[in-house]
């Protein structure tokens, strides 16, 4: 998809940048985790983002957006 919308060389530049946000996060410190195993940038089939409660308030356990 990337490729036929004349964007393949910069896909990969925007995980890069999303990375280095996620990165940041402590789980210890904001209460929660975040999990990136694949994006289209890097050859994945999507971009899947997983953010999981560690601490705090009783609820879902996890959510993932697309």
């Keep these: 998809m990337p490729e036929a919308n004349g964007?393949?060389?910069?896909?990969?530049v925007l995980c890069a940048?999303?990375?280095?946000r996620s990165d940041a996060v402590d789980p210890e410190r904001h209460g929660?985790?975040?999990?990136?195993?694949?994006?289209i940038g890097h050859g994945g089939p999507h971009c899947p983002f997983t953010f999981r409660r560690t601490t705090g308030r009783e609820g879902p356990?996890?959510?993932t957006a697309p």
Aim: zero cysteines; aromatic letters at 14%.
């Design 32 to 39: 929660f985790a975040f999990e990136r195993p694949t994006t």
């Design 17 to 20: 940048f999303d990375a280095n």
């Design 7 to 12: 964007a393949g060389r910069l896909t990969p």
């Design 61 to 63: 356990s996890g959510i």
